[in-house]
């Protein structure tokens, strides 16, 4: 079973940037989805950004031409990159993998994620 390891979250500033980055200890190059949600205090997790094996991306409105998903097959590795950051996008921040969206949704096993507060 891949493992998967957030990093790169933080306290910035509203308007500022951040790159979080998902590191998985075995191959992602036949994974057909991967994704970055996020959950808020009190509010239910959220996809907010996924990414097929053809390149194929998928962000929800709340973050759609601010964040941007890529992956690196060869470092298996997923980023987010976050620009233009507002206090509502303070959250933890987790990556995750699977075959559809849906069993990606459906994934029991959540990592710790990383935290994103952003301050106004």
């Known amino acids: 079973q891949v493992q998967l390891v957030e990093s790169g979250g933080g306290l910035v500033q509203a308007g500022g940037s951040l790159r979080l980055s998902c590191a998985a200890s075995g191959t992602i190059f036949s994974v057909n989805v991967v994704g970055w949600y996020r959950q808020a205090p009190g509010k239910q997790r959220e996809l907010v950004a996924g990414i097929t094996r053809d390149g194929n991306t998928r962000y929800s409105d709340s973050v759609k031409g601010r964040f941007t998903i890529s992956r690196d097959n060869a470092k298996n590795t997923v980023y987010l990159q976050m620009n233009s950051l507002k206090p509502e996008d303070t959250a933890v921040y987790y990556c995750?993998?699977?075959?559809?969206?849906?069993?990606?949704?459906?994934?029991?096993?959540w990592g710790p994620g990383t935290q994103v507060t952003v301050s106004s």
């Open positions: 995750n993998i699977a075959q559809s969206y849906s069993l990606m949704d459906l994934a029991g096993n």
